[in-house]
């Protein structure tokens, strides 16, 4: 078998599940606003069962209506009315010999007033999160009793609508890792001060829920092993010490994270930086201290690792969130041994924007993601006999300039759907700006999705030409059924600035690439977007000494997650590089730039070895623009960066929709 241990039948209390591989909590923002279940919920965890999950976690599930939303469309365990809906999920889950437990919150204060109807947000002692500055209060102690009975309750519903289980959250800085936090946490009453009174609400709930659900019903717990808030918190050690609490008032497995909001870093949802099994340190230490299972996540996307994770005793089921986004049939594919088809995640955090915005769940790299249902409800004209994909194209010709990722999703379905696909592109690999990316330090996962992109097309018979730059006319004389201008974007070149033309300018693709060749010079680089900074390390790395200048008053997230530009410019500290903001460059010199403060309006005068743009990006769509030149009523369908600069998601988004779109003559 392949990964004999991963695929190995294991218990969780009584509850037999049929291999190691858990999708852990993760919100999804499908639900109805009463927090009833929807078709499109359903729908998104359907396809994690179908792709060979053992157990599936829902998103949080709330306890408390009135103080207790974490966001504005969750799943509720709130009212009995919601338990139809439920068991809808549930019958659906269960159809695929697949076990789902759902997890049980209470945000605490790391939630908005917005989401409570503007209440101030309860917790332990009123302090509130410095990041999101919400007003906050103190839980009364009667409040607290009256808590215990909700979890309680909501765990019972959850048994009623057909889980199979539920997880107790302890983490991440909501209401109960508060709780346990002296950071949150500065009550002078039974629920706070010592070790004991932290963990007391914490094993009042545990007890209440136990008594609810039964002595044969799965509760397991989530837990922050460590804080990563210094002395402000708790360490590991005092988690080892809960963990066996826990185990002796009837905890069923541990699910281990670390971190969450407050500490200012992300080590729940890690950005691209952090390698596989970073924290498997913790899930080792509490497996080695309790009886029960441990389940853990810390950015397995392979397979193989996650094996290994398994015979080194680090854990007992393998946790992955992110991974399921990715790829849901990741479970299926590695069982049946094709590792390589897996889509793995790029920890590129696109997921959390969107959650964060209201949106529903998407991902990156998998245009399906969050869109199921609707995906359902047309794949029954796309389809042939059999279920499987309609052979439409009849091997007619589509030809595509471009091999980023737009061109690459678009290549793709084409090719699943009968046509022949030729992609013509410049340069002397595939990935266009992800290929880039991937270039700067501590990128590298940028390059799995460019690996995987090569591996499926290869497997669909993609012919792709590369170093070929296609001509309008070489375009006409193949006589394409449809064409596909997916040729991307370029530096952009603000007007108001004069000096362009100065051999001092370069552009990140340049650097990225490695053509530009600096090493051990002055450089500035004008724009604090994402590009900006992932360009800027990868010169300081190679001795250069950086200056960033920036028009806005604080580094921008443009283009990528605040945690991410966080976490750069930590790195970049370490070079000491110099972020300047507030200065908008005026001209371009041979040797030096020029430029204004916007506040004051003082000139200044920088010299320097050599100035990189990174003041975004402009469409070029110039196949499309030299096919209409030939002959204006030409169709030529523009996707990508070449129709609108966007992030990775909306350009795979444009080509998956393109592909899916064509029919079978222009």
């Known amino acids: 078998m392949n990964y004999p241990l991963l695929f190995s039948k294991s218990k969780i209390n009584q509850l037999e599940l049929k291999n190691r591989l858990v999708m852990t909590?993760?919100?999804?923002?499908?639900?109805?606003?009463?927090?009833?279940?929807?078709?499109?919920?359903?729908?998104?965890?359907?396809?994690?069962?179908?792709?060979?999950?053992?157990?599936?976690?829902?998103?949080v599930a709330c306890v408390n209506d009135i103080h207790g939303r974490r966001s504005k469309r969750q799943i509720g365990l709130t009212n009995d009315s919601q338990i139809p809906g439920l068991k809808r999920l549930t019958d659906t889950i269960h159809r695929y010999d697949c076990r789902i437990f759902t997890q049980l919150l209470h945000?605490?204060?790391?939630?908005?007033?917005?989401?409570?109807?503007?209440?101030?947000?309860?917790?332990?002692?009123?302090?509130?999160?410095?990041?999101?500055?919400?007003?906050?209060?103190?839980?009364?102690?009667?409040?607290?009793?009256?808590?215990?009975?909700?979890?309680?309750?909501a765990a019972k519903r959850a048994k009623e609508g057909g889980f199979d289980g539920v997880e107790i959250h302890a983490a991440h800085h909501y209401l109960l890792h508060e709780f346990l936090s002296p950071y949150f946490n500065k009550r002078e009453d039974e629920y706070g001060g010592s070790f004991e009174n932290r963990i007391r609400l914490l094993l009042e709930i545990t007890d209440a829920v136990r008594q609810a659900v039964g002595p044969d019903y799965p509760v397991t717990v989530r837990l922050s092993a460590e804080d990563y808030m210094g002395n402000e918190s708790y360490h590991l050690d005092e988690m080892l010490q809960l963990c066996r609490?826990?185990?002796?008032?009837?905890?069923?497995?541990?699910?281990?994270?670390?971190?969450?909001?407050?500490?200012?870093?992300?080590?729940?949802?890690?950005?691209?930086?952090?390698?596989?099994?970073?924290?498997?340190?913790?899930?080792?230490?509490?497996?080695?201290?309790?009886?029960?299972?441990?389940?853990?996540?810390?950015?397995i996307r392979d397979p193989a690792y996650a094996e290994s994770l398994l015979a080194d005793g680090y854990m007992d089921f393998i946790g992955m969130g992110r991974s399921f986004l990715a790829d849901p049939q990741w479970p299926?594919?590695?069982?049946?041994?094709?590792?390589?088809?897996?889509?793995?995640?790029?920890?590129?955090?696109?997921?959390?924007?969107?959650?964060?915005?209201?949106?529903?769940?998407?991902?990156?790299?998998?245009?399906?993601?969050?869109?199921?249902?609707?995906?359902?409800?047309?794949?029954?004209?796309?389809?042939?006999?059999?279920?499987?994909?309609?052979?439409?194209?009849?091997?007619?010709?589509?030809?595509?300039?471009?091999?980023?990722?737009?061109g690459m999703e678009c290549?793709?379905?084409?090719?699943?759907?009968g046509f022949k696909v030729v992609v013509f592109e410049k340069e002397d690999h595939i990935g266009g700006q992800v290929w880039l990316a991937g270039q700067a330090p501590h990128q590298e996962k940028m390059l799995w999705l460019v690996d995987h992109y090569e591996k499926q097309l290869a497997k669909l018979g993609v012919e792709i030409r590369?170093?070929?730059?296609?001509?309008?006319?070489?375009?006409?004389?193949?006589?394409?059924?449809h064409i596909i201008d997916a040729t991307g974007s370029s530096a952009y070149y603000p007007e108001t600035v004069t000096g362009w033309d100065s051999p001092l300018v370069t552009t990140p693709p340049e650097v990225l690439s490695g053509r530009s060749g600096l090493e051990n010079s002055n450089v500035v680089l004008l724009g604090t977007g994402l590009t900006a900074l992932e360009t800027a390390e990868y010169l300081a790395e190679r001795g250069n000494m950086i200056t960033i200048v920036g028009e806005s008053e604080t580094v921008s997230s443009r283009g990528g997650n605040s945690i991410v530009i966080a976490d750069l410019l930590r790195r970049l500290d370490l070079f000491n590089a110099v972020v300047m903001n507030c200065r908008r460059i005026t001209k371009i010199g041979c040797d030096r730039i020029f430029y204004e403060h916007t506040k004051t309006g003082m000139q200044f005068e920088l010299p320097c070895d050599k100035v990189v743009l990174c003041k975004g990006v402009r469409s070029v769509g110039k196949v499309a623009a030299a096919l209409k030149e030939l002959n204006p009523d030409m169709e030529v369908h523009v996707i990508g960066d070449a129709a609108k600069p966007a992030r990775i998601r909306e350009d795979i988004l444009d080509g998956y929709k393109m592909g899916w779109s064509l029919k079978k003559r222009r």
């Open 245 to 299: 609490i826990l185990e002796k008032h009837g905890i069923d497995a541990i699910s281990v994270t670390a971190g969450g909001t407050e500490n200012g870093r992300s080590h729940s949802l890690e950005p691209v930086s952090y390698p596989q099994g970073w924290r498997r340190h913790l899930a080792g230490s509490i497996r080695k201290m309790v009886s029960i299972p441990v389940i853990s996540t810390t950015v």
């Open 107 to 153: 945000p605490g204060v790391i939630t908005s007033n917005a989401a409570n109807g503007g209440r101030e947000l309860p917790g332990p002692s009123g302090v509130t999160s410095k990041f999101l500055r919400q007003k906050a209060r103190a839980f009364s102690v009667e409040e607290l009793h009256a808590l215990v009975g909700d979890y309680a309750s």
């Open 466 to 481: 590369l170093s070929h730059p296609v001509t309008a006319e070489e375009v006409m004389k193949l006589h394409p059924a």
């Open 25 to 59: 909590p993760m919100g999804c923002g499908l639900a109805n606003e009463d927090g009833t279940v929807t078709d499109e919920l359903i729908a998104y965890y359907e396809e994690r069962a179908q792709g060979g999950a053992a157990l599936l976690y829902t998103e």
């Open 332 to 406: 299926k594919k590695a069982k049946e041994g094709h590792p390589e088809d897996i889509r793995r995640c790029i920890s590129c955090m696109r997921c959390i924007d969107l959650i964060k915005s209201g949106q529903p769940i998407g991902c990156s790299v998998n245009a399906e993601c969050g869109r199921e249902y609707i995906i359902a409800q047309h794949r029954a004209a796309k389809t042939g006999a059999g279920g499987g994909i309609a052979q439409v194209g009849d091997g007619r010709l589509c030809v595509i300039a471009g091999a980023g990722v737009a």
């Open 411 to 417: 290549a793709r379905i084409l090719a699943m759907r």
